[in-house]
């Protein structure tokens, strides 16, 4: 059983930007693989960004691409999420999932097994 929390939301003006952090417990991550989503106000929950423990492949949606990094620390056993050039529209309650096994073609769908609460990222001036 996984446990995680998310962490590193707030408020942000556009242009900025913020880290946030997953950290797990529990279970190493070792192996998993690794996502966060994000729900906008009003928007369905959509997955941004994946990590592969094994690899350190990571997968983006084209929204976020080149602006967004997610990376791992494994002592720490905490994946990040590196948010730079924040908009308005990046406003949304982030969320971080894990999941042992899953398909490529997957990596950013709903299929994870173990999600946290979630942190809030607003970006307003």
């Known amino acids: 059983q996984v446990q995680l929390e998310e962490s590193g939301g707030g408020l942000v003006q556009p242009g900025g930007s913020l880290r946030l952090s997953c950290a797990a417990s529990g279970s190493t991550l070792a192996g998993y693989y690794v996502a966060w989503f994000r729900r906008a106000p009003g928007k369905t929950r959509e997955g941004i960004a994946c990590?592969?423990?094994?690899?350190?492949?990571?997968y983006y949606k084209d929204s976020v691409q080149g602006r967004f990094t997610i990376s791992r620390d494994n002592a720490k056993n905490t994946v990040y999420l590196q948010m730079n050039s924040l908009k308005p529209e990046d406003t949304a309650v982030y969320y971080c999932?894990?999941?042992?096994?899953?398909?490529?073609?997957?990596?950013?769908?709903?299929?994870?097994?173990?999600w946290g609460q979630g942190t809030r990222v607003t970006v307003s001036s």
């Open positions: 999932a894990a999941a042992y096994a899953i398909p490529h073609q997957l990596v950013l769908t709903e299929i994870y097994d173990y």
């Open positions: 990590l592969t423990w094994s690899d350190g492949s990571t």
